[in-house]
């Protein structure tokens, strides 16, 4: 069974740090791109971060560029978001999701259950 | 970067209803978009992809349509558990995904 699973997420207090993890099975991790999605509470979704299969290409919502780091695993079959200098507005659940690629483009075909990040002091 | 806007942003509907929601993007995304379908608590899951393309395991009661910037997502006959919400993904951007900002469908 295709299955995405993140830990990490907590109570962090403004300026903190935290580091999500997304472990993957069932599929080939290393020939897929990644991509993290979050959602505030009783808000819609938000694109966070994208890594391509080898960790070639990197890409960053504006939101969290400079204090957002992506990266990924795939001897471990597993993805990472490294979140610094978190803000009240960074409060959300936090979805690992496979992006399945067809041609020069792709879409998002499988998520995990999500994660949920609180940073309040 | 592209927007994308939805309508209804909710609406009431009955068991049997054909329902439509509406997509539009700020610009020309040709076919590159995708609808989730969200329950609450739970994680969004992928019902169509190149506008029109039913994802694997999907009823057929689903159904989407469009092309450039006005999209559709059709339930031709809505079932108890299809009241969820509804998003629309463009993926012309790739990998700068925008979602659009929802559709509620509940029990009227």
């Known amino acids: 069974e295709v299955q995405l699973v993140e830990s990490g997420g907590g109570l962090v207090k403004p300026g903190g740090s935290l580091r999500l993890s997304c472990a993957a099975s069932g599929f080939t991790f290393s020939s897929y791109s990644m991509n993290w999605v979050r959602q505030a509470p009783g808000k819609g979704l938000e694109w966070v971060s994208s890594?391509?299969?080898?960790?070639?290409?990197?890409y960053y919502a504006d939101s969290v560029k400079g204090r957002f780091t992506i990266s990924r695993d795939n001897a471990k079959n597993s993805l990472y978001l490294q979140m610094n200098s978190l803000r009240a507005e960074d409060t959300a659940v936090y979805y690992c999701a496979r992006v399945y690629d067809y041609g020069a483009r792709g879409w998002v075909d499988i998520w995990g259950q999500g994660t949920m990040v609180t940073v309040s002091s | 970067a592209i927007r994308m806007t939805q309508s209804p942003s909710s609406f009431s509907a009955s068991t049997g209803d054909r329902v439509t929601i509406t997509c539009r993007a700020s610009?020309?995304?040709?076919?590159?978009l995708a609808w989730y379908q969200q329950k609450p608590g739970k994680a969004p899951k992928l019902l169509i992809y190149a506008a029109s393309t039913l994802q694997s395991g999907v009823p057929s009661r689903f159904s989407g349509s469009g092309s450039g910037t006005d999209f559709t997502l059709t339930i031709s006959c809505l079932q108890s558990e299809d009241f969820a919400t509804y998003y629309c993904q463009q993926y012309y951007s790739y990998p700068l995904f925008t979602f659009g900002p929802g559709t509620k469908v509940d029990i009227k």
């Open positions: 890594i391509s299969s080898s960790s070639s290409y990197i």
């Open positions: 610009q020309g995304i040709s076919s590159y």
